[in-house]
C-alpha cells in the first residue's frame, strides 16, 4: 500500500520497514557496545513503543530487563502538552542504568517528564532510545542518545505509531498528506 486512510485523513508511505530494521540494528549496535558487562533495564513507553522495543530488544545480546509505562500527551495529530502517568512503574530503579524506550521525541515534553520523574528514584544513569526524533520541534532540551531515525515536522503512522488509535499495525511509515 503506497497510501492509506485513517478516519478522516490520507497517509503516504514514507520509510518503508527494511530502513526502519536496518537502523534499529545501528541502535542495538550501540547499546550492546555501550552496555557491554552491565544489566540495564529497558523501560518502554507505551502504546507506541511496541514495535520498536520488540525489534530492539530482539538485537541486544545484552543481559537486560524490559518494563513498561504508559504516558500520553497526544491527541490527534498534535502534542497536548499535558502528560498523564496511566500505568505506573513497580520495579525499584536504584543503582540501575536505565533506557528509556520512545517510539517518537516530538516536543520533548513527555521525556522531560519521564526524565524528572525516574530521577528521584535514584538510578545510576538514564538515557533515551527512540524511534524517531524531530528536532524541530523540540520545546524543551532532550538528549536524545539512541535515536535511530531523524524526521521532519511530519504527522507520521505505522510502527506503533497512530492517528486516533489506527495505523499501529503498519509495518512502515506513512506521513500525512496535507
Not at 538485537?59 to 496511566?86: H, M, N, P, W
Not at 516530538?106 to 522531560?112: A, E, I, P, R, Y
Amino acid at each position: 500500500m503506497s497510501t492509506v486512510k485513517l478516519h478522516d485523513k490520507e497517509f503516504r508511505i514514507s520509510i518503508p520497514e527494511t530502513e526502519i530494521i536496518k537502523e534499529i540494528s545501528r541502535v542495538a549496535n550501540e547499546i550492546n557496545r555501550d552496555y557491554k558487562g552491565k544489566r540495564p533495564i529497558l523501560l518502554g513507553v507505551l502504546n507506541g513503543c511496541f514495535m520498536f522495543a520488540a525489534e530492539l530488544l530482539k538485537r541486544l545480546d545484552i543481559e537486560c530487563e524490559v518494563s513498561f509505562v504508559k504516558l500520553s500527551s497526544y491527541q490527534g495529530t498534535a502534542s497536548t502538552g499535558v502528560i498523564k502517568e496511566v500505568i505506573g512503574l513497580s520495579e525499584s530503579l536504584g543503582g540501575r542504568d536505565i533506557i528509556i524506550i520512545e517510539d517518537i521525541v516530538d516536543t520533548g515534553l513527555t521525556m522531560q517528564r519521564m526524565l524528572e520523574s525516574l530521577g528521584t528514584r535514584e538510578p545510576a544513569s538514564i538515557e533515551i532510545a527512540s524511534l524517531f526524533l524531530k528536532p524541530a520541534r523540540l520545546q524543551v532540551p532532550v538528549n536524545v542518545k539512541y535515536s535511530a531515525l531523524t524526521i521532519p515536522d511530519r504527522f507520521i503512522v505505522g510502527y506503533g505509531l497512530d492517528y486516533n488509535g489506527l495505523g499501529r499495525n503498519l509495518p512502515n511509515i506513512y506521513e500525512a498528506i496535507d
